[in-house]
């Protein structure tokens, strides 16, 4: 039997018994199912497994060899097979010996360059010793990318921003023209800075963004004058040239950082800009910290195979197809969207990395929004659908921006509903409610039923103390590793992403049909559209 039917037979045995029982017949299942690191508590022992069933969720990890796999990623092999490169953002955050140790000269020459000359910029505009074309000090940032130029950016933007940042970040990712439109209004051309971030230089969006960008500081500028407002981050350097920005404020980040692990790369430019380098520093300090917690704590107390666990046994053991992220953080409410990237993009695959169909599911859909928000939108289907959704409730202690009287409500919020999630509510209490409220026999009849929830629906508590640069470091970490050690169990490339080939290849076929004189063959309704759209 492998190690994936195991856990399918385990937890279907665990099915048969409810989590608020796992509790009473293992008085340690909370020390043992959850743990504190790098400044956050995680606690699994919410979910639906028995001891057991944890165990034959953790055992995967060794089975399917993610030490070894682990040991390849760290010291720079060619793990991302399928395009032939090292996947080695961990070294992004290492000090230079520990790079030089396991990577050697090339890796931390690399890393200490583009440091050096990111953190001598961003001094320099902080300073106002580099300024705009009038000599005006720079006050906000354009920052235009997608997908991962983009999201590991804006959250964490939106995590660290001071309520009154010296410099703004204004961020476009969208093609639609609003976006766009919305970060210039209000804007001094003379005082912004754009910068367009896109590893390969190629994303269609980003650079009919960019061009858009650049031409509103032409037009209030002259075109010398506006090349002075103008950077990239790329990893394809050589290309940014064509777009007219000079070369001395191009910043570059090698293949070896994959799209959506590169915000500790230059793709964070901006941030560090805004925020300072030494926030930057501190960032990585944090991911660095559950770096070496994932290296070296044994597997039933590694923060991020505790998570991954979880899904694995949800996904794989119960046949659970989503799960939602609900972090009750105003300040981290794009971590959803952040990690649909990160984990659709990285394991909603089919295939193995030697192109055999996988016999399993391999990722959830992954959604949310900020709680309190979610539990007036979403939450009530969650509550009493028969559909099982287990969840993932995310929470800072300490937050010096709210009263008492606000942390506690939001405080007791996250903890209810774990609490409710997995109690639910029974027909003899919805039905003593009913009394108590003097309803008649047929009316408690006809409205107990439908106060009904279930209960008995898992979820993942992740507590950091306060929203630290460290602690959101750790955080970005903890889930990187979560999805790399899934994919090892899935036994997939979390580092390619080939299903989004096919739209972009379309994308542009379409777009030739829309802008020449002649349309393709389609089917009929995708012409009828294309034919629409040329009026
Ligand atoms: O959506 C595919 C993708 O390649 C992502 O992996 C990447 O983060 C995004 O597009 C943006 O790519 P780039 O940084 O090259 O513009």
Redesign the pocket.
């Known amino acids: 039997m492998t190690a994936l039917d195991a856990l399918k037979t385990q937890a279907a045995a665990d099915a048969a018994s409810k989590i608020v029982d796992q509790f009473k017949a293992d008085p340690d299942r909370l020390s043992r199912m959850s743990l504190d690191v790098a400044g956050i508590f995680v606690d699994v022992s919410k979910q639906s497994w028995s001891k057991a069933g944890f165990d034959s969720a953790v055992a995967l990890f060794e089975q399917a060899g993610l030490v070894e796999a682990r040991d390849r990623m760290w010291t720079g092999k060619e793990i991302n097979v399928s395009e032939g490169r090292a996947v080695l953002h961990v070294a992004l955050r290492d000090s230079d010996a520990e790079n030089q140790r396991l990577r050697g000269a090339e890796i931390t020459a690399d890393v200490k360059t583009a440091r050096d000359a990111m953190k001598a910029y961003a001094d320099g505009i902080r300073a106002g010793t580099i300024t705009g074309a009038s000599g005006k000090k720079f006050k906000t940032i354009v920052h235009i990318?997608?997908?991962?130029?983009?999201?590991g950016p804006r959250l964490v933007f939106q995590g660290l921003a001071p309520l009154q940042p010296e410099i703004d970040v204004r961020f476009v990712a969208n093609v639609d023209g609003s976006e766009l439109a919305l970060a210039l209004a209000g804007l001094d051309p003379s005082e912004t800075l754009v910068i367009a971030?896109?590893?390969?230089?190629?994303?269609q969006?980003?650079l009919a963004n960019f061009l858009a960008a650049r031409d509103w500081l032409i037009k209030a500028l002259g075109e010398e004058a506006a090349s002075k407002h103008l950077a990239a981050v790329?990893?394809?350097p050589d290309k940014t040239g064509a777009f007219g920005i000079p070369a001395d404020r191009v910043f570059g980040f090698k293949d070896w950082v994959?799209?959506?692990y590169?915000l500790w790369s230059a793709?964070s430019l901006s941030l560090i800009i805004a925020l300072g380098y030494d926030i930057y520093e501190r960032l990585l300090a944090g991911a660095h910290e559950m770096d070496q917690h994932f290296l070296t704590a044994p597997f039933p107390q590694n923060a991020p195979i505790l998570l991954a666990a979880a899904q694995l046994y949800n996904r794989i053991g119960l046949d659970r197809p989503s799960r939602a992220v609900i972090p009750y953080v105003h300040r981290l409410r794009r971590l959803a969207a952040f990690l649909q990237?990160l984990e659709m993009?990285s394991n909603g695959k089919r295939t193995s990395p030697t192109g055999e169909v996988l016999e399993t599911k391999t990722c959830p859909v992954v959604f949310g929004d900020e709680g309190t928000n979610a539990q007036h939108a979403f939450f009530q289907m969650l509550h009493q659908s028969e559909d099982v959704v287990p969840l993932e409730l995310i929470a800072v202690q300490h937050n010096p921006e709210a009263t008492p009287d606000m942390q506690q409500k939001l405080l007791s919020n996250i903890i209810a509903q774990g609490e409710a999630f997995m109690v639910g509510k029974s027909l003899e209490t919805s039905v003593a409610e009913c009394e108590k409220l003097g309803f008649d026999a047929a009316r408690t009849a006809q409205i107990a039923p439908q106060k009904v929830c279930p209960g008995n629906k898992p979820s993942t508590t992740v507590l950091l103390n306060e929203l630290t640069p460290e602690t959101l470091g750790a955080l970005l970490a903890l889930y990187e590793h979560k999805t790399f050690a899934e994919g090892i169990v899935l036994g997939l490339n979390s580092f390619d992403?080939w299903g989004?080939e096919l739209g972009?290849t379309l994308g542009v076929n379409v777009l030739k049909d829309i802008t020449g004189d002649v349309i393709a063959a389609h089917d009929p309704s995708t012409t009828a559209l294309i034919k629409r759209i040329k009026g």
């Open positions: 990318g997608i997908g991962g130029s983009d999201l971030v896109s590893k390969t230089f190629t994303t969006e980003t790329s990893a394809a994959g799209g959506r590169s793709v990237q993009e992403q989004v972009k």
